[in-house]
């Protein structure tokens, strides 16, 4: 039933954020970047902070804990959708699409900085090779233009601030006895706070509002980041940061469905091979050994060295 649980969770949230990127192009046809990520996040945070009155689920409470929340806020809210929302007025999708897809190895990175410990296998190291393997077969960025730009880099630099954050809140915000909504709650209200105060950067300019601009954000607000962050601390706290991330690998499965279901674009060999490749290495992150020869599907938790409730570094 756990692992059922888990990829339940895990599909959910796939489908929640690999629509994310369609929903954005949208929306920047009637919005700035600031302005767009800030009715995101401020729409995720009223419908979180309403769940939360609604549950009658209090938000955390402590200095401390809003510290952290507040880093994570910067790092999985704030900076990295400015960054891809930038990104995507230069950059293509299949651009985006691989930078994105960088996240799992960035958590890998940013686990031994933070003093995070990580049990990977070579099985499990095999299946983050064959999903970025997969990611590349589907978007084929040697095909694309504008691998070498301002607007690339800022999409890698969005996945890095994700692989932080990923692990941040494994350590430290998992394991508090704060529910995962109240946890989500609390970091969208910060992230409102920090786009707000990005508002010069663009957040003043015209808005040509749309119903499709409309429908963008307010899919974006409710589930993209509202449901999808919180579902992302449960997963967080029964996986780690990962599996959690693990998730990235997927958001160009469902793009490349969804595409092909309600836009009517094209499957070639390479992109179902792709997909394949993708779901494979996917498959392979959720095994664990279980004795020699044989492996078993269960979580591999990563465990932080210190308490949920320490200080940061």
Same mark, same amino acid.
């Given at each position: 039933?756990?692992?059922?649980?888990?990829?339940?969770?895990?599909?959910?949230?796939?489908?929640?954020?690999?629509?994310?990127?369609?929903? &954005?192009?949208?929306?920047?046809?009637?919005?700035?970047?600031?302005?767009?990520?800030?009715?995101? *996040?401020?729409?995720?945070?009223?419908?979180?902070?309403?769940?939360?009155?609604?549950?009658?689920?209090?938000?955390?409470?402590?200095?401390?804990?809003?510290?952290?929340?507040?880093?994570?806020?910067?790092?999985?809210?704030?900076?990295?959708?400015?960054?891809?929302?930038?990104?995507?007025?230069?950059?293509?999708?299949? &651009?985006?699409?691989?930078?994105?897809?960088?996240? +799992?190895?960035?958590?890998?990175?940013?686990?031994?900085?933070?003093?995070?410990?990580?049990?990977?296998?070579?099985?499990? *190291?095999?299946?983050?090779?064959?999903?970025?393997?997969? &990611?590349? @077969?589907?978007?084929?960025?040697?095909?694309?233009?504008?691998?070498?730009?301002?607007?690339?880099?800022?999409?890698?630099?969005?996945?890095?601030?994700?692989?932080?954050?990923?692990?941040?809140?494994?350590?430290?915000?998992?394991?508090?006895?704060?529910? +995962?909504?109240?946890?989500?709650?609390?970091?969208?209200?910060?992230?409102?706070?920090?786009?707000?105060?990005?508002? +010069?950067?663009?957040?003043?300019?015209?808005?040509?509002?749309?119903?499709?601009?409309?429908?963008? *954000?307010?899919?974006?607000?409710?589930?993209?980041?509202?449901?999808?962050?919180?579902?992302?601390?449960?997963? @967080?706290?029964?996986?780690?940061?990962?599996?959690?991330?693990?998730?990235?690998?997927?958001?160009?499965?469902?793009?490349?469905?969804?595409?092909?279901?309600?836009?009517?674009?094209?499957?070639?060999?390479? *992109? &179902?091979?792709?997909?394949?490749?993708?779901?494979?290495?996917?498959?392979?992150?959720?095994?664990? +050994?279980?004795?020699?020869?044989?492996?078993?599907?269960?979580?591999?938790?990563?465990?932080?060295?210190?308490?949920?409730?320490?200080?940061?570094?």
């Amino acid at each position: 039933m756990g692992e059922t649980k888990t990829l339940l969770r895990i599909g959910a949230l796939a489908l929640m954020w690999g629509s994310s990127f369609f929903w &954005i192009k949208l929306g920047l046809g009637a919005f700035s970047p600031v302005q767009l990520v800030l009715a995101r *996040v401020a729409l995720g945070a009223a419908v979180l902070i309403g769940l939360c009155y609604l549950g009658r689920d209090r938000l955390p409470s402590g200095r401390r804990i809003w510290g952290h929340l507040a880093v994570a806020a910067f790092f999985h809210n704030a900076l990295p959708f400015l960054l891809f929302a930038w990104g995507e007025l230069t950059v293509d999708s299949g &651009i985006t699409g691989v930078l994105n897809a960088t996240t +799992p190895l960035w958590v890998l990175l940013a686990a031994p900085m933070l003093g995070a410990r990580t049990r990977m296998t070579a099985v499990r *190291v095999a299946g983050l090779i064959a999903g970025l393997v997969g &990611i590349l @077969l589907i978007f084929a960025p040697w095909q694309a233009s504008g691998l070498l730009s301002w607007g690339a880099l800022a999409c890698l630099a969005a996945a890095a601030s994700y692989g932080f954050a990923f692990v941040y809140e494994g350590k430290y915000l998992t394991g508090t006895g704060d529910s +995962p909504m109240s946890l989500a709650g609390g970091q969208m209200l910060l992230a409102t706070g920090f786009l707000l105060l990005a508002m +010069p950067m663009g957040g003043f300019a015209p808005v040509h509002l749309s119903t499709g601009a409309i429908v963008a *954000v307010v899919i974006l607000g409710i589930g993209s980041t509202g449901i999808a962050f919180a579902l992302n601390y449960q997963l @967080l706290a029964s996986e780690g940061a990962v599996a959690a991330s693990i998730v990235g690998y997927l958001l160009p499965v469902v793009s490349v469905l969804l595409g092909a279901v309600f836009l009517g674009e094209a499957l070639d060999f390479r *992109v &179902i091979a792709g997909m394949v490749v993708v779901l494979g290495g996917v498959a392979l992150t959720r095994l664990r +050994p279980k004795e020699r020869g044989t492996f078993a599907t269960a979580p591999v938790v990563e465990r932080p060295l210190a308490a949920a409730g320490e200080a940061a570094p």
